[in-house]
């Protein structure tokens, strides 16, 4: 090789061709699950990086791990395209035959035909209740098997306190044990089951009952009716695949993830797989059982000198994972032995199948992979990605299947050369995962105010892709700021090229940059050296976005920034920015671009607005000047006129110039009414907190002479507004609040100066009293002792002085 960049140890022979031939020097470092360390990345090929990564399993909607995934997956895919200019071939597989699509489909097609028949808006009928409690004991019994055989829906709440208190209440089941998966489940079909008993001992409507029971009718119509599924009715279940990968990719759309380049799908490579699984038994790695299924043979895939489980071994035997990868579904008869792996399932009644040589069945889980990414990428595969649970078993028996079916004569065959892990998302701790139904849909995250398209990315970008992601509110707030700090910086640039025109130097002049801010143009370069770095090593987008932030930071900072030195910096940052994937409407290549898109003010808002804004900025110094001429006011306010008779519609057609309109029209009659200065502030607070606030433009007031920042009002500025608002609701509040005592108190106080103290122990607690009215017997007639008396006689004293001060005080009314 041309270079002395040291290779990874497993690669068989390599390019020759040095990192510099591909713009690759220095050279970029790739974490590789393979080794468990950063290795030089070299493509098999110039032309093309070959890319496969695993899909979805398109039986529900993506959620916000699907997102962690296919962003980060996105991120990398971005920079080595269009910041590393690497020309790329990603493909990506749709599962749409698997365990979970089966059972899914199946159920809904059940479900579906269960509400056509006894649905509706009347009472349930007694073929559905009886039906629906039938399901209910059926999911008792299989899910929550502590629960007594003759617990009922009236009896199931008391029930379930008593025997799976512990996991209501947040513990684990066993005693000494910390809470995971499995009590997450078990609260997951207590919630069901609750739902379900409250259905059918109140049911309101026939379709209100199937609605709140949905959860525990599903396994048990699948169950009733499986069997009767014809096994070539492949629609059946494609239907359901079809509409969620429908949705799958708008859901990506809407997180401007990038299409593949090839996109396959199981159903439509079976020919591919079953040729794929006849080569690997011919190979003498495979072997078909009685009942028509064929299995991977581990123990003579090993013996052959091959290695099993490369990127997991510690996972090797471990058997919840292996049982995990099989599948629900998987009949396990006829196995040699218990870690072998099925490539091919004979498939049983209710289920889709295709023709084989073995017979009727379908892919196994993993084999569908391999197939599908030798036959479109060929025998070596630079990359390979998905989510880091996909280690083992999928990508470890992907692995072997692969070595398996490209082996001749037992030589060490390398089909992927790096293998790319996406850590997981996880909230409180959790993973999110659709069998607990933990999870929330990209769609649904979406409509939250906290999350948006450029809020998720952001938040991945700030964390490692091969690390996990905790969502807490340091998370939220960090990503947040970080949004906020760039939109801040680039409403000043929009500003800055607002007031000038691209001439032959372009938007703006490097050379005046570097001399006008010698300092930020030395943190510019430094900054570009030091993303390249970040991003050379192994795509760091963490160190990349704090050393962006660091930048902005050391430019607020600069006492009297020039424009072309904003410009500079921030048309830069938004070529990252889009490069990372941040502006879905950007162009990375267009060093025009000074921000990223969505804070522009729309062109047909800005005829008025800043004409609005502009008038507001005279009127506002001409208020505070020692100069305050009532007749240059209504000058100043005539020349405003001017965007308005220009304007081919009337104001009134137009909120903006509406606005505008009456800003001009006040104005002039404050001036014509020689009104003070606090009037005319009074009317600029006016136009910017309200009027323009409706329309969602803020005004952002700046020091002399800068004239105000025209922005779109976004959710930051009505967060912060918000927050103000409700602090200055507090306060006030606490300040009624304050008020009312002080109120209570002192009216309390008066209440109490109006008696009279010779008459204030006058009460039936006693049977005898001196002149004054001190108690001298109580009611029983016996002496007030010594020692009350005394207490008594101050209690009276201090009634004497408020009472007489009282009546002193009302002598004249």
């Known amino acids: 090789m041309a270079s002395t960049t040291t290779q990874p140890p497993w690669a068989q022979p390599r390019p020759a061709y040095s990192p510099s031939d591909l713009n690759l020097e220095p050279p970029l470092k790739v974490f590789n699950s393979l080794t468990r360390s950063k290795d030089v990345f070299l493509p098999e090929k110039r032309d093309a990086v070959t890319w496969y990564t695993c899909g979805p399993t398109t039986y529900d909607d993506a959620h916000l791990g699907h997102a962690r995934n296919y962003v980060s997956t996105d991120i990398i895919r971005r920079i080595m395209r269009d910041y590393f200019q690497l020309p790329i071939k990603f493909v990506m597989n749709i599962t749409d035959v698997d365990d979970k699509i089966i059972l899914r489909a199946r159920q809904q097609h059940f479900f579906e035909k269960v509400k056509k028949e006894h649905g509706g808006d009347g009472a349930p009928s007694a073929a559905a209740l009886e039906t629906t409690r039938a399901a209910f004991q059926q999911y008792l019994r299989n899910r929550l098997p502590l629960l007594p055989a003759d617990v009922t829906p009236e009896t199931y709440g008391a029930s379930a306190g008593e025997h799976y208190k512990r996991v209501l209440d947040g513990e684990a089941l066993v005693p ?31 379709s209100s009952l199937l609605q709140q029971t949905e959860d525990i009718l599903l396994p048990y119509l699948d169950q009733l009716h499986s069997s009767s599924v014809d096994s070539h009715d492949h629609d059946l279940f494609l239907r359901l695949t079809r509409k969620f990968e429908d949705r799958f990719f708008e859901d990506m759309g809407a997180l401007n993830v990038l299409r593949p380049d090839v996109l396959t ?150 089909w992927v050369n790096y293998f790319l892990h996406m850590g997981h998302l996880s909230i409180s701790g959790m993973k999110m995962s659709k069998s607990l139904k933990n999870f929330t849909t990209v769609r649904d995250a979406l409509q939250q105010p906290e999350w948006t398209s450029r809020t998720l990315r952001i938040c991945f970008l700030l964390t490692s892709w091969h690390d996990g992601i905790e969502v807490t509110e340091g998370v939220l707030k960090e990503t947040a700021a970080w949004e906020s700090k760039m939109n801040n910086l680039f409403f000043k640039s929009l500003e800055a090229a607002r007031g000038r025109s691209a001439g032959t130097t372009g ?48 430019y607020n900072l600069a006492p009297k920034p020039s424009d072309d030195i904003l410009l500079l910096i921030s048309s830069w940052i938004t070529r990252i920015a889009t490069i990372f994937g941040l502006d879905a409407g950007g162009d990375f290549q267009d060093s025009t671009r000074v921000a990223w898109s969505g804070l522009e003010i729309p062109d047909p808002v800005r005829p008025f607005v800043y004409p609005a804004s502009e008038l507001r900025d005279k009127v506002r110094q001409l208020a505070v000047s020692e100069s305050f001429d009532h007749a240059a006011l209504k000058t100043i306010a005539d020349e405003a006129r001017a965007p308005l008779q220009a304007a081919t519609t009337a104001p009134d057609s137009n909120p903006h110039a509406k606005v505008l309109d009456a800003f001009i029209h006040d104005t002039t009659k404050l001036a014509e009414e020689k009104a003070p200065a606090k009037a005319l502030l ?22 002399p002479p800068q004239p105000a920042l025209v922005r779109p009002v976004d959710r930051f500025l009505r967060n912060t ?93």
């Open 176 to 206: 000494g044990e910390v809470p995971g998966d499995k009590e997450a489940k078990l609260k997951m079909h207590l919630k069901a089951a609750a739902a379900a008993a409250e259905a059918l001992q109140h049911p309101s409507s026939a």
């Open 507 to 554: 938007l703006y002049d490097e050379q005046k940059a570097s001399e006008a801010d010698p300092q930020l143009f030395a943190a510019f370069k430094a900054a570009k050296e030091k993303v390249d770095q970040a991003l050379r090593d192994s795509f760091s987008t963490p160190v990349a976005m704090r050393v962006l932030s660091d930048l902005v930071n050391e």
């Open 682 to 703: 009074e009317l600029c607070d006016q136009l910017r907190d309200t009027h323009l606030w409706n329309l969602g433009i803020y005004l952002e007031d700046r020091d």
């Open 265 to 414: 799908r199981v159903s439509e490579y079976i020919p591919e797989i079953v040729s794929f699984v006849e080569k690997i038994i011919a190979n003498k790695f495979a072997y078909a059982t009685p009942d028509g299924s064929v299995y991977f043979d581990i123990g003579a895939f090993e013996k052959a000198g091959h290695f099993y489980a490369r990127l997991e071994p510690q996972n090797k035997k471990n058997k919840d994972l292996l049982a995990d990868g099989e599948g629900s579904l998987t009949s396990t008869s006829g196995k040699r032995n218990d870690s072998d792996f099925a490539l091919w399932k004979a498939s049983k009644s209710g289920e889709p199948s295709w023709p084989s040589p073995w017979g009727e069945g379908r892919p196994g889980w993993h084999i569908e992979c391999s197939a599908m990414a030798s036959a479109v990428l060929g025998k070596s595969i630079d990359l390979h990605s998905g989510g880091c649970d996909l280690c083992f078993p999928h990508h470890d028996n992907e692995l072997a299947q692969s070595e398996a079916y490209w082996t001749v004569d037992n030589a060490p065959v390398q």
């Open 721 to 813: 507004r918000a927050a103000r608002e409700a602090a200055a609701a507090e306060k006030a509040e606490a300040r009624r609040k304050r008020e009312a005592e002080e109120a209570a108190k002192k009216a309390a106080l008066a209440e109490k100066a109006r008696k009279s103290h010779l008459d204030m122990f006058r009460t039936e607690e006693f049977s005898e009293w001196d002149s004054d009215g001190i108690p001298l017997k109580d009611a029983e007639g016996k002496e007030v002792a010594k020692s009350r008396r005394k207490k008594l006689v101050k209690e009276w004293e201090r009634q004497k002085a408020l009472h007489e001060k009282w009546v002193a005080s009302n002598a004249g009314s």
